[in-house]
């Protein structure tokens, strides 16, 4: 069976994953674009405008480093679950569903502040959990903090993710004062650190207060999806809900640690989806973020169900729907 397949941990799944990243991209690669074209280059963040600065010298390279970018947030998937465990399985399941969702979207396949951000969440969210069982006061709590931080200087909204610290603490751990107190400092300390080197280098610190103000709360964008993204979407999200509903009739059944980091997964699935509906600025570009929980709850489905019928032809469809919509793209 396909998705049997796809379980196995030998370097020909590896390849196979690759050849369907490369498949997903090839739109993105024979039609490429520069941020400028999805409105990225007004008022950026520091360090995406550092990024785009070394890469938006032409479409295809600026297209290509949004390619790598994936690529390292497929290897981070997998990285996180061998690392906590928390699916139970070691398997290269999260890096293949994580291509699939997100090429499901073709018009997010090129260089946007979410991307680089990305892998910067979800290494604070395997910080988050070195603090479990951890006796006396949880010092990752800081580096988480940093980590977000780091990521909002390339993505303002990212800032917002600091709500998963204060969800953590007390989801986690004993409710701790020093341990928000601590989480606090890992936030600001990037920012006061790059505040600092942009003051002594004498840049424009209006700029960088307009630009943060700019891309939290008065950025426009234009939510347009096609017909047929939208059905594609609908159907996915309908394969995500089944997913869920096991995932929640079996979380009694796991480990504490697993029910927490499925917990956080949900808080960072909330908040994705919060920042999207509630604020002006936030677009389709993350769906990049809140593909990482959704692709965590299918892994699961699929390592887990019992219904191998019922989960496989919902593999198959999710394939058949990434292949449609980039053929699609492809002939446009």
């Known amino acids: ?31 490429p674009v520069l941020p400028s074209e999805g409105g990225y280059d007004n008022m950026p963040m520091p ?55 997100t090429g499901m979207n073709p018009q997010g396949q090129s260089m946007n502040p979410v991307l680089p951000a990305a892998p910067f969440l979800i290494l604070a969210i395997r910080k988050i959990m070195d603090s479990y069982k951890v006796q006396g006061t949880a010092y990752s709590f800081f580096d988480a903090g940093a980590l977000i931080a780091t990521g909002s200087l390339f993505y303002a909204g990212m800032i917002w993710f600091g709500i998963l610290l204060i969800v953590a603490i007390i989801v986690l751990r004993p409710f701790s004062i020093r341990e928000i107190i601590i989480s606090l400092a890992g936030l600001l300390t990037p920012l006061f650190i790059f505040t600092g080197f942009y003051y002594i280098l004498g840049k424009d610190m209006d700029y960088l207060r307009s630009a943060v103000n700019y891309n939290l709360f008065s950025r426009d964008t234009v939510t347009s999806l096609s017909l047929l993204n ?50 002006k600025p936030v ?39 990434v292949t449609i919509i980039q053929a699609v793209n492809l002939a446009e």
């Open 1 to 31: 069976m396909l998705l049997r397949k796809f379980r196995e941990n030998g370097p020909d799944v590896i390849f196979l994953i690759f050849v369907l990243m490369i498949f997903t991209w090839m739109g993105a690669f024979l039609h």
């Open 47 to 101: 360090f995406f405008k550092i990024l785009t600065g070394i890469t938006g010298f032409s479409p295809f390279v600026s297209t290509f480093s949004a390619f790598l970018l994936m690529m390292l947030m497929a290897f981070l998937m997998v990285n996180f679950n061998t690392n906590v465990f928390f699916i139970s399985e070691r398997t290269f399941l999260p890096a293949l569903v994580y291509t699939i969702l």
């Open 230 to 279: 939208s059905v594609v979407l609908i159907i996915a999200g309908t394969a995500v809900l089944i997913s869920v509903h096991q995932l929640l009739g079996a979380l009694k059944e796991k480990r504490i640690k697993s029910r927490k980091t499925f917990t956080l997964l949900f808080w960072t699935f909330f908040v994705s989806a919060g920042m999207f509906v509630v604020l």
């Open 283 to 321: 677009s389709l570009e993350i769906f990049w973020i809140a593909s990482i929980p959704l692709t965590y709850f299918l892994c699961h489905y699929f390592v887990f169900s019992r219904r191998k019928k019922i989960k496989e032809i919902i593999f198959i469809v999710l394939l058949l729907l």
